[in-house]
């Protein structure tokens, strides 16, 4: 008898004892489990929490030991969709990331300054949890995406086929790969749509047909695919122009990309061009990017040497820039790169400081250069501990933003924020949003510093700032907290 079929009888055995139904019960999914078998996907659906190490938390840190932080700008966003998963099964989320909870919102930050490529944006308030702290909110921004569409102009749509076979586990495999499609993102339009399918042994959606208005959600579902399973790439080719099909009207650029490490099982070489034939003559184009392949894959040889659309071979991130430029609908638009933020806190004004977030960094003192594309925002928070009295300065902060732009002209922009007495009600609708989602984030990793908050706080924090909501996260994120209050 099949095991699946065994559980069930054991199951439907109402006769027995059923302190000896569980016994046995246990027993079988424990050799299961040591047996590889699935034990999650074949019988019952589980929710489970993610994986994270332990969050401590940063602690305050005296100016008299450092005067200098440094935080990341390369920070995920997936926690918000780990948190989002918890709240909609009813489970209470654990040990979330805070900066990829803020980093995955969209901010009303104003234009850099004229000439500048990246600006700053500096604001102080009391801490609406510990009236004996302030907060500290750090914006960084770069100018808007500079190709203007005109009017006529074909939009884009983008269907990525992933391969999350076991085999496309790794940095140099899956990770590259999601790391690529993130760059391929950054060279769309907000009037262009993308649809994100993953397949193993079979296919399915990960991300339906969406406009890059959302772009914050889009890359979280690029940001959440997984390696494991098998590989059957035939059913993901077909569902990936099914999609295709779907998003294409007559004026629309219409591409489906394949995303694999070369294994393309279930795939007949003849049926494949013939497909991708007649699917050109609907105007949907193809391509295949392989990554980290063990040698030279047929079907992507196939696929160039009879000159049907592209196929690339991709190892490094830099292959992945270097080929969206032969594609001019897809390109990477470098905006700045060696950038790097620096905060300098004023030891007259400042006592002690803290970044909050950032757990899993193992320090903040560490300077690191990114290169960006434009419309690139980032956001992160402190909390500070001021000399009571000190009329030395009022200065809390100076913040230095060092780049060098894509003509490689070297620029800096430096702001200084003065100390403020203001309450964080009374802040702008970006410090109170910002400071609700990283109290949620301080609450639900248990923070020693998390004072008065609650719920309720983050709550009255963040329901009068979704005015601005682009992509209506901030409305959807409102909601969610809501629901996370009653379980």
């Not at 999914?29 to 074949?42: A, D, E, I």
């Not at 009879?306 to 609908?329: F, H, P």
């Not at 001021?386 to 300065?393: I, L």
């Not at 601005?468 to 629901?483: A, G, H, M, T």
Request: charged letters at 25%; glycine letters at 6%.
């Amino acid at each position: 008898m099949e095991l699946e079929k065994y559980l069930v009888f054991l199951f439907k055995a109402k006769q027995m004892n059923q302190k000896k139904i569980n016994q046995i019960f246990l027993i079988v999914v424990f050799f299961l489990s040591c047996s590889g078998y699935n034990t999650k996907t074949n019988f019952y659906k589980q929710e489970t929490t993610p994986s994270y190490e332990t969050l401590s938390g940063k602690d305050f840190t005296s100016t008299k030991k450092a005067s200098i932080s440094y935080f990341p700008l390369d920070v995920s966003t997936t926690s918000y969709m780990n948190f989002k998963n918890s709240v909609e099964n009813f489970n209470y989320p654990s040990n979330i990331y805070t900066e990829e909870l803020l980093n995955y919102f969209s901010y009303n930050y104003p234009k850099p300054k004229e000439g500048k490529s990246m600006g700053l944006y500096l604001e102080a308030a009391i801490s609406p949890w510990d009236d004996k702290r302030k907060l500290i909110h750090i914006g960084i921004n770069s100018i808007a995406e500079e190709k203007k569409d005109k009017e006529g102009d074909a939009s884009k749509n983008i269907v990525f086929a992933v391969d999350t076979s076991g085999s496309m586990g790794g940095i140099a495999r899956m990770e590259l790969a999601k790391n690529s499609i993130r760059t391929f993102i950054q060279g769309l339009n907000q009037r262009d749509n993308v649809a994100t399918i993953e397949y193993t042994d079979d296919a399915k959606i990960v991300m339906p047909p969406t406009s890059m208005i959302a772009k914050a959600r889009i890359l979280d579902s690029i940001s959440r695919l997984q390696a494991s399973g098998g590989t059957n790439a035939w059913p993901g080719i077909l569902l990936a122009f099914k999609l295709a099909r779907e998003m294409k009207s007559d004026k629309d650029q219409t591409k489906v990309i394949i995303v694999t490490d070369g294994d393309f099982g279930g795939v007949n070489n003849d049926e494949l061009l013939s497909l991708i034939q007649k699917e050109n003559k609907a105007g949907i184009t193809f391509s295949i990017f392989g990554f980290s392949t063990s040698g030279s894959v047929p079907v992507m040889d196939l696929v160039n040497t009879t000159k049907i659309n592209e196929a690339y071979y991709i190892n490094s991130i830099e292959d992945t820039k270097k080929n969206l430029s032969k594609q001019s609908w897809l390109t990477w638009n470098s905006l700045a790169k060696d950038i790097a933020i620096e905060v300098k806190f004023n030891p007259d004004t400042v006592e002690s400081f803290r970044l909050i977030g950032f757990e899993k960094y193992r320090t903040s003192n560490t300077k690191k250069s990114y290169e960006v594309s434009s419309s690139f925002s980032h956001t992160a928070l402190y909390e500070v501990i001021t000399f009571p009295g000190s009329q030395k300065s009022g200065e809390l902060i100076t913040a230095k933003l060092n780049y060098k732009t894509k003509a490689g002209k070297l620029e800096e922009v430096k702001e200084t924020l003065i100390d403020s007495k203001i309450s964080a009600w009374d802040a702008s609708d970006n410090f109170r949003f910002a400071a609700g989602v990283a109290g949620l984030g301080m609450i639900l990793n248990h923070s020693v510093y998390s004072g008065n908050l609650d719920f309720n706080m983050v709550i009255h924090l963040i329901q009068r700032t979704i005015l601005y909501d682009p992509d209506n996260s901030r409305k959807e994120f409102l909601s969610l907290v809501n629901k996370l209050k009653k379980i």
